[in-house]
């Protein structure tokens, strides 16, 4: 959620959530929220939101390529790899292949 308001903004993403709860979503749960952000740019919905027009679906990918980024470093701090120093030798770095 926090990624969410730093890339569209608080007031759209209070706008958000109440799109969510107004569908019978859970305002809380980030699975709902975001699969109610295609909302925000289409008329019908968002003539109903305090701060209008917004792209909910860019904010949406933005959150995604974050999170994947995210995963990614989490993989290569877990991974053996030849460069990087494992926990049992800090002193000094595996040699290279």
């Not at 569209?8 to 107004?22: A, F, N, Q």
């Not at 994947?68 to 000094?92: C, F, G, Q």
Request: glycine fraction near 6%; charged fraction near 20%.
């Amino acid at each position: 959620m926090a990624l969410t308001a730093y890339n569209l903004g608080m007031g759209h993403l209070e706008d958000l959530r109440k799109l969510t709860e107004l569908q019978g979503g859970n305002a809380d749960s980030w699975a709902d929220v975001s699969a109610h952000m295609h909302l925000l740019s289409q008329e019908k919905w968002y003539q109903q939101t305090r701060y209008g027009f917004a792209l909910g679906l860019e904010a949406k990918k933005y959150v995604e390529n974050v999170q994947a980024y995210y995963e990614i470093l989490v993989w290569m701090d877990t991974r053996e790899h030849p460069l990087i120093m494992t926990s049992n030798s800090r002193t000094k770095p595996v040699p290279a292949l």
